[in-house]
């Protein structure tokens, strides 16, 4: 059912377009218009509901949660935030975490504590920070400074200073030098159409990087917490990240990003160097618990594995170009607008990833069933 464009009655701003479905409920792998029409939903609030919507565990957390303590300031100690910092400091094999809110935030951070690491360590004019073309990593303006979209930059000049994107991943390295804070890399570039980045390339980069001491910063805010089959994709690569961000599958819809890091790169945030208002506030530590607690688990890990490799066959039968890994998986299309308008249309919701490249980010907990029924739907 899709809504008529009446934008003059639309109370918000035009940034994301006229909506093209209004949604109030979610269960599962399903959402649901107020009329009650349910689409199968293979974006999961792209990447995030990674348990699906409506989990019940993970809102008996935030209800019971909200019953206690809904907000504490950083001023105090909280107990929910050192219990998932244990988890993500075990799973990541860093030593300090900072949260915050958004993936943007997390990058943001991330940023900040490099330079400002270098900054420490005396070595003050290391202040550049390379990232990689088809990059993405948020819309605040470090974020945007690493990540070299046109379209996105357009009416934003000028951006942060010393930030550099080389032409093609394989020169990357050629720009990391002793200038050099920090690179930060995805595993596989998400909103850059679910684009794997090369294993050498990868680890060539984080070579460079201990060469001449730059720090490498890994954004795991969407193939993080299970997203492609292990827990980091960093894994599958075997690379050894200073900084790691979180941020989308982390708490299953509840707003909250996490910055990980060494000791001693961590040691570079001193009290009041930097902060949020409503990090690590106890209702997105709650339901991150939750998810945390349910996907660093052999055997869901396993299962996003094996429902995302029948995935991907299954794509690669019918569609050409297939990406990714677990259930991160993308796809050439001529047209993405019209491929997600048209999976809509039977009822299954998709997201774009670029003008010709349609991304299936679906519940972790999708069964071959729900696969089965996806395909059904959208190419029948
Ligand atoms: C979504 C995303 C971000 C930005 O996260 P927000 O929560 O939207 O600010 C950053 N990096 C990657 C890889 C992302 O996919």
């Not at 019940?56 to 907000?71: D, F, G, N, P, T």
């Not at 991330?110 to 990689?132: C, F, I, M, N, P």
């Not at 032409?167 to 595993?187: G, H, R």
Request: charged fraction near 20%.
């Amino acid at each position: 059912m899709a809504i008529q464009p009446d934008m003059k009655r639309y109370p918000l701003m035009n940034n994301y377009g006229y909506p093209a479905l209004e949604v109030v409920r979610g269960q599962g792998m399903n959402l649901y218009t107020a009329d009650g029409t349910s689409y199968l939903d293979f974006t999961a609030g792209i990447a995030v509901c990674s348990l699906g919507h409506a989990h019940e565990a993970v809102a008996h957390a935030i209800s019971k949660q909200a019953m206690e303590l809904v907000h504490c300031s950083n001023l105090y100690r909280n107990p929910l935030r050192d219990e998932l910092a244990g988890h993500l400091l075990r799973l990541s094999g860093l030593d300090k975490v900072f949260y915050c809110n958004s993936g943007t935030e997390a990058n943001e951070a991330a940023l900040k504590l490099a330079r400002r690491y270098a900054w420490q360590q005396g070595a003050k004019d290391r202040t550049k920070l390379v990232s990689l073309p088809g990059g993405f990593h948020g819309r605040t303006y470090g974020a945007l400074s690493v990540t070299k979209k046109p379209a996105y930059h357009e009416g934003y000049m000028p951006l942060l200073q010393d930030c550099e994107t080389p032409e093609s991943l394989e020169v990357v390295v050629d720009a990391i030098d002793e200038q050099t804070a920090a690179c930060i890399v995805e595993v596989i570039q998400g909103e850059g159409g679910v684009r794997p980045v090369p294993a050498d390339v990868l680890r060539a980069i984080e070579e460079r990087c201990r060469e001449v001491g730059a720090l490498l910063i890994v954004d795991e805010i969407q193939t993080g917490v299970g997203r492609t089959g292990t827990f980091f994709a960093y894994e599958q690569i075997g690379l050894k990240p200073d900084i790691v961000t979180m941020a989308k599958g982390l708490a299953n819809g509840m707003p909250v990003g996490a910055v990980v890091a060494s000791e001693a790169v961590a040691a570079a945030f001193t009290p009041g160097s930097h902060g949020t208002t409503f990090g690590g506030n106890p209702l997105a530590m709650a339901a991150a618990l939750v998810v945390v607690e349910t996907i660093a688990n052999e055997a869901f890990l396993t299962h996003v594995r094996e429902v995302g490799e029948y995935l991907k066959n299954r794509l690669s039968e019918v569609g050409t170009d297939v990406s990714g890994s677990g259930l991160m998986l993308g796809m050439t299309v001529p047209d993405a607008g019209k491929f997600v308008d048209d999976a809509r249309a039977r009822g299954v919701l998709l997201a774009g990833a670029g003008a010709q490249r349609v991304r299936f980010v679906p519940p972790l907990i999708a069964t071959i069933d729900d696969i089965d029924e996806m395909l059904r739907r959208v190419f029948s």
